[in-house]
């Protein structure tokens, strides 16, 4: 079995500062999050940047700001969203890209989000994937229905997207797959054989899924966008608290925590 890779969900599209007054917005904030995980055993930022006003934005230029500064701190994975949120636009979306991240998400279909729809034609993830080919960037899957896992492999079939595959199955979403362990086995029995896998369960599925997660050999991932509570009405101090809670359990289920260099290596990802 792998070891373990962490990735942390700093911020998202959806949380705001009134929700949990430790999420981490500017740049700096962003940055200094990313390494208190990266000391805590995370592998992976994942990142949703957002403007001066805290709005999400898929903006370049603050990417590129978060990027040089997570960089200048330590070695982790930076794997900024093609998602944003829900109302921006393809050019708006693929902006990230630019700055030739070792990784960066690839949503697989479009789903209900809520009372909102996060729409992925075709089209967008065709051009995605051939962006992040071209480019280089290691694409995560993001599954958010069983179907995505269909439409990732006919990718393939396309030559848009290279094999082994990762996967990120986001459950619990409303409107989504839910959450529960039967889902989550599902859909690891029905990924192409080789391929490497996370999960991320938003809200009260966190936990639950992410301890399925380490027994099972999968990979996970935890932080404010997914789940702002340490525990049922208490809030989590921070994203590292999140992640140091993954780091006890994994020690505890026999199960060692990669390294950055580590999960690359697990992704099959050759350093730039």
Known sequence: MDKLIITVALTGAEVTKEQQPNLPVTPNEIAEAAYECYLAGASIAHVHARD?????????????????????????????????????????????????????????????????????????????????????????????????IANALRLVKKGLLDMPIHFDFVMGVPGAIPGDIEDLVYLVSRIPQGSTWTVAGIGRYELP??????????????????????????????????????????????????TPDEAREILNIKRK
């Open 52 to 148: 001066e006003d805290g709005k999400p934005t898929q903006s370049y230029e603050v990417y590129k700001e978060i990027k040089e500064k997570i960089e200048a701190k330590c070695n982790m994975i930076f794997q900024p969203s093609t998602g944003g949120a829900v109302y921006h636009t393809f050019e708006q979306r693929k902006q990230p890209l630019e700055l030739n991240p070792e990784m960066a998400t690839l949503s697989a279909g479009t789903t209900n989000f809520g009372e909102d729809v996060f729409m992925n034609t075709q089209e967008y993830m065709e051009k995605f994937a051939a962006e992040m080919k071209e480019r280089g960037i290691k694409p995560e899957i993001e599954v958010f229905e069983r179907g995505h």
């Open 209 to 258: 899924l992410a301890v399925h997660a380490i027994l099972m050999g999968g990979h996970v991932r935890v932080g404010f966008e997914d789940n702002i509570y340490y525990k049922k009405g208490e809030l989590a101090k921070s994203n590292a608290q999140l992640v140091e809670r993954i780091v006890r359990l994994a020690k505890e289920l026999g199960r060692e925590v990669a």
